[in-house]
């Protein structure tokens, strides 16, 4: 589709279809848009990407992306340090961060177990998460979104935290079959939490 176009409008083309969720279309119409933008304006978006690139890591303990590590949420002394929120991506944690209900800490999983795309166990945060139960932590709270891989994540992290004495809980199913977490209102998460129940 796009084997008509300048070299350079190709690189960028290819560039954006590497990107999740960006098919050729898409890609083209991102493409155009950047040259239809100052040269400023195209600067200001490479530079951009530039320096989240290099100033943007994952926080040592919880995984969140952040500037600095520990994250700010990872070092609030407020926050009750023995309960773990466990989520897939950082933009879930961001959208329960958004309630302002929830007053513990985060574990970022890295994703979730989803064999056709070749990610087991060992390609997520497990192993980091049991090296923190090692801090008091009393409670864990699954926080995944309601999918066929969550319920399979969810039932791999029953069956390895029970036994170690860890009261493991889930947000109630208030959130649509199939959503993400990120796409949903404050006050529906609020209540997913709230009604969180014993796995």
């Known amino acids: 589709m796009s ?3 300048p ?13 999740p969720g960006i098919g050729p279309k898409s890609a083209q119409r991102l493409a155009f848009y950047v040259l239809s933008i100052t040269p400023s304006d195209a600067a200001a978006l490479a530079d951009a990407v530039v320096k989240a690139k290099q100033s943007v890591k994952h926080c040592s303990s919880c995984f969140n992306i ?6 700010p949420v990872c070092s609030d002394e407020k926050r009750d340090r023995s309960l773990i929120c466990v989520v897939a ?3 879930d944690m961001i959208a329960i961060e958004r309630t302002k209900e929830y007053k ?9 177990i989803s064999p056709l795309d070749g990610i087991g166990p060992d390609n ?12 008091g932590v009393k409670e864990i709270l699954v926080a995944l979104n309601p999918t066929t891989e969550s319920e399979t994540t969810i039932f791999y992290l029953s069956r390895i935290l029970k036994p170690l004495g860890v009261r493991l809980t889930r947000i109630a199913s208030g959130l649509p079959i199939g ?12 209540k997913a939490i709230e009604g969180r129940r014993e796995l």
């Open 3 to 5: 084997s008509y176009y």
């Open 7 to 19: 070299g350079p409008i190709e690189n960028l083309i290819e560039e954006f279809r590497k990107m």
């Open 66 to 71: 952040t500037e600095e590590d520990p994250c």
């Open 89 to 91: 991506e950082p933009k």
């Open 104 to 112: 513990g800490l985060y574990h970022i999983l890295g994703g979730v």
């Open 124 to 135: 997520l945060r497990i192993k980091e998460l049991l090296q923190r139960l090692k801090n």
């Open 179 to 190: 959503s993400d977490m990120d796409f949903a209102d404050e006050a529906t998460i609020s």
